[in-house]
């Protein structure tokens, strides 16, 4: 076999490699798209030849690329092509909102769906969900879907919820919610499966439409450093657009994708056919066990501040146990969507039923795992993995603060209570939920604990960047059964390389966001240059 000779060498920086082994080194060799050596300067300096390359890093920083284990990327890409943009920073009011979807009326044929995202009501001036009465100044002839923030909510306008088939008699369906006025009559804002109807006769995105957000939300993710994404939950179709872009080798930074086991509309699908490639995994199936905080849907042990009720379940216990049991005796990952402390303990539950029947080596996985208990947490220890949020303290804190008891507050997104417990972690932004995704962004966060406007939200909690930087590279990874091919500077591995500005390790926390993405590698190639 012949001797591989580096095609590129990168030198004179600061190397974090996240080897446990060796933390950091003096240069890094690629060939073939692989790690080919990894040490000091002289030692990589031997494997280049004539034709060798180098980057000089001049005093940057050298780490894996970030991995976001959970961002729903093509819903990111929407927003960047065809979605109306409702967030605060482009509509600051409900008022702002009617007139962009006026104006968005205005070029849109007569009759054709209408859809925007991103509103959070109790950052909206009003404190308040707009109605189908606020979306009907927009349009009457076209029907309009405005998706907060959670995307556990809908606002509607009139005519959509007369196609939907939404009127006073329709009874709330089991795991969700419909807001009425005091005639009872529906206000246009749907929580949860209430939203099934809407999606039942709203047309999907084309795969055309699919395939350029995709493309376009990864283009967005590389100038942040990001060379690998969890994309958590989407239909067949969608699936085989990813299929056809890894096929054709058109995919810019690796994806595992999550297969939803329920469509947006309440339809059951079957489980997803296995892949595995070096761009592309397919190997786990999405569930939802309750709402999110940000939308109060979150299922709780207790009420939530000021209301009757405790949030909402998706499914009942032995309709958990069901779902998760067929996905792991089927040899797949179940990845479930459990924010409430109600929602953990079901998930947990059901996955260790699961786990006693049959012994697997793959960890299913609960995203976001907002409100664990310390039981929670001991039960999750080498069996289950977690993939938290710590950007939601800085993006929704200030909505975490109305909507979470007194009584659980100490359980908030408890990163550092997770990782002293030993937990199985990967760090995400669940973006587009977030307006800024950033991951420089969410380990500030995780260090500071603090609102958007500085209210610090359990201190004690705070994580320094030499334990979360690791769980936003190579924690990706390690989750998604992927550490062997990524995550980490070591040979073999591939090249997927992120070069900073400076050194997260040695900044203030305060400037951490001042650091600026230079150069995104993937497979030894430059994908972004600043």
């Known amino acids: 076999m012949p001797t591989l000779h580096a095609e590129t060498i990168i030198f004179n920086g600061t190397i974090r490699t996240m080897d446990a082994v060796h ?80 104006a968005r009326a205005a070029q ?45 909510t809908y606002a509607c306008n009139s005519l959509a919820l007369q196609l939907a088939g939404i009127t006073r008699d329709t009874p709330d369906p089991e795991g969700g919610h419909i807001e009425r006025d005091e005639h009872g009559e529906p206000t246009g804002v749907l929580h949860e499966t209430a939203m099934n109807p809407v999606n039942k006769v709203q047309p999907p995105p084309t795969d055309a439409e699919f395939e350029a957000a995709v493309l376009a939300a990864a283009k967005s993710y590389l100038k942040m450093g990001v060379t690998s994404i969890t994309d958590p939950g989407v239909s067949p179709a969608q699936l085989d657009v990813y299929r056809k872009l890894a096929n054709e080798r058109q995919m810019p930074f690796r994806a595992n994708v999550m297969a939803r086991r329920y469509l947006d509309d309440g339809t059951k699908v079957s489980l997803p056919e296995r892949y595995e490639g070096n761009w592309l995994r397919i190997d786990t199936v999405k569930l939802f066990a309750d709402g999110g905080l940000s939308a109060g849907n979150a299922a709780l042990t207790v009420n939530y501040p000021g209301r009757s009720d405790p949030g909402l ?69 080498g069996r289950i993995s977690v993939v938290p949020q710590p950007i939601f303290i800085h993006a929704l804190g200030s909505t975490f603060l109305k909507y979470v008891p007194d009584s659980l507050m100490s359980r908030l997104y408890p990163l550092r209570s997770m990782i002293d417990a030993g937990l199985t972690i990967a760090l995400s932004s669940d973006a587009p939920v977030v307006p800024d995704p950033n991951p420089l ?11 958007a406007d500085g209210t610090p939200l359990l201190p004690q909690q705070a994580v320094p960047i030499t334990l979360s930087l690791p769980l936003y590279t190579l924690g990706g990874a390690v989750v998604a059964g992927e550490d062997h091919l990524k995550g980490s500077i070591i040979p073999g591995k591939v090249a997927d390389l992120t070069v900073l500005s400076g050194d997260p390790l040695r900044a203030p926390v305060e400037r951490l966001t001042d650091i600026k993405v230079e150069i995104t590698m993937v497979d030894g190639h430059v994908m972004y240059s600043a």
Not at 324 to 332: A, C, E, F, V, Y
Request: aromatic share 4%; with cysteine; proline share 3%.
């Open 313 to 381: 379940l998706r499914h009942t216990d032995e309709q958990m146990k069901t779902l998760i049991w067929d996905i792991h005796r089927s040899g797949l990952r179940a990845a479930v969507h459990a924010v409430g402390d109600a929602a953990i303990e079901q998930v947990i539950d059901a996955m260790e039923f699961a786990s006693k029947r049959l012994v697997s080596r793959m960890k299913h996985r609960i995203e976001h795992f907002g409100l664990p208990s310390t039981d929670h947490m001991r039960r999750c220890r």
């Open 441 to 451: 962004l969410a380990l500030q966060s995780a260090a500071l604990r603090q609102t």
């Open 23 to 102: 933390a950091t080194a003096e240069a890094v060799a690629i060939a073939n798209g692989r790690i080919l050596a990894v040490g000091t300067l002289e030692d990589v300096e031997a494997t280049a030849h004539a034709n060798t390359k180098r980057i000089d890093l001049a005093g940057r920083t050298l780490i894996p690329g970030f991995n976001d284990a959970h961002v729903h990327l093509w819903k990111v890409g929407m927003l960047l092509t065809v979605m109306l943009d409702a967030r605060l920073a482009e509509t600051p009011t409900i008022a702002a909102i009617v007139t962009a979807f006026k």
């Open 108 to 152: 849109t044929p007569a009759g054709q769906w209408i859809t925007g995202r991103g509103y959070n009501n109790v950052t909206l001036p009003e404190s308040r969900h707009p109605t189908r009465h606020d979306l009907d100044q927009a349009s009457t002839t076209h029907p309009i879907v405005l998706i907060h923030t959670s995307a556990h």
